[in-house]
């Protein structure tokens, strides 16, 4: 059933960032406006799509939806980041063009935020879908127990540090609502890139407040050849290098982190474990030389315990390169 006190409730603002995927765009942005939850403004930022989506959003007629598009492609984050700074409402959710929310997703989680007003953020388990949308229930049960959200009781927890940058069990850029006036957007970095999310789950965990967490699957996450993971060739080794820096840049600044000094040597394996993924980015690309790659393999190989896919990593960059190639499939 529809809200019918809606003017009474707090607005919600639901930031869909997007980039050349019009049906999933269209089908991000209805799960949006059939929110049970009405009171809601909805925006849609284009990074300069070859084809603009505006036809996409005016189908819709609903005075709730605004749109923006660049000019140019100014890249992911600052995409992001910008929907962010135009939302207006005392929450956000970040809702990506490729994925949906249940009907009831802010009906159950906004509440919990209004009832604590301590709590930053609230967050919810859930679904993986193909890319046809058809739910994966092993690859969502898989999802739940990697990011130990199975061990989460619900309610609020407070602090929530492991929750928000160990175990990565709070999935910002989907199944989130967040207090707003709590978060200084400006000061997330854009060297952050594509690990934005894991960036603000840190900077939320660090203010002091709690979280809120509701153990159901109100969100389905798309799982498809379109994401950086499941990229191949050229766009595979241009998604490594941008997660290999990305995550590099996060881990130096959760080590210097007196606050999270518990989990140092957590942060230092990741770290040296992207040093790897980058160096695997610079041996995969075509505009780079493989020596590229060596300094931080040595710098991985040298501060961590045996590891074998630094080591063959090492191996690869004084192979021939079109060995390398073939071996990497590029």
């Known amino acids: 059933m529809l809200h019918s006190n809606s003017s009474q409730e707090p607005l919600v603002s639901v930031i ?18 059939k929110q049970t939850y009405r009171n809601i ?41 910008n929907a962010f700074k135009m939302a207006q409402g005392k929450y956000v959710a970040s809702l990506h063009d490729d994925d949906m929310w249940n009907e009831d997703f802010l009906e159950k989680l906004v509440p919990p935020l209004e009832e604590n007003p301590d709590v930053i953020l609230a967050f919810c388990d859930q679904y993986v879908i ?3 949308g058809k739910i994966n229930y092993s690859s969502s049960e898989e999802y739940t127990k990697a990011y130990k959200r199975n061990c989460l ?11 928000a940058v160990v175990h ?29 999310d894991l960036y603000l789950a840190y900077l939320c965990s660090r203010s002091g407040h709690g979280a809120y967490y509701h153990p159901e699957r109100l ?4 799982a498809h050849e379109q994401t950086d993971t499941n990229r191949s060739g ?21 080590m210097a982190d007196e606050i999270l000094k518990n989990y140092k040597p957590y942060f230092k394996q990741k770290w040296l474990e992207a040093h790897t993924t980058l160096a695997l980015g610079f041996l995969r690309s075509q505009e780079t030389i493989q020596a590229q790659a060596r300094p931080y393999l040595w710098r991985a190989l040298c501060e961590q315990k045996f590891n074998l896919r630094t080591i063959a990593a090492l191996t690869l960059s004084f192979t021939p390169r079109p060995l390398v190639n073939k071996l990497l499939k590029v």
């Open 168 to 196: 990565k069990s709070i999935p910002t850029a989907a199944a989130c609502v967040i207090r707003n006036e709590f978060v200084d957007w400006d000061s997330i970095p854009q060297k952050v890139g594509g690990m934005w």
């Open 16 to 33: 869909i960032p997007t980039y050349n995927r019009p049906e999933y765009l269209k089908q991000a942005i209805d799960s949006a406006v």
């Open 234 to 254: 050229g766009r595979d080794a241009q998604a490594k290098i941008r997660k290999g820096e990305a995550e590099i840049f996060c881990y130096e600044k959760f």
């Open 130 to 132: 193909d890319g046809q």
């Open 153 to 163: 009781n619900k309610g609020v927890h407070q602090p929530f540090y492991e929750i």
């Open 41 to 81: 403004e909805i925006i849609v930022s284009d990074n300069c799509s070859p084809e603009s989506p505006q036809e996409v959003v005016e189908s819709f007629g609903d005075s709730r939806i605004r749109f923006f598009r660049h000019a140019k492609n100014v890249g992911m984050f600052p995409n992001q980041m």
């Open 219 to 222: 969100t389905r996450y798309r």
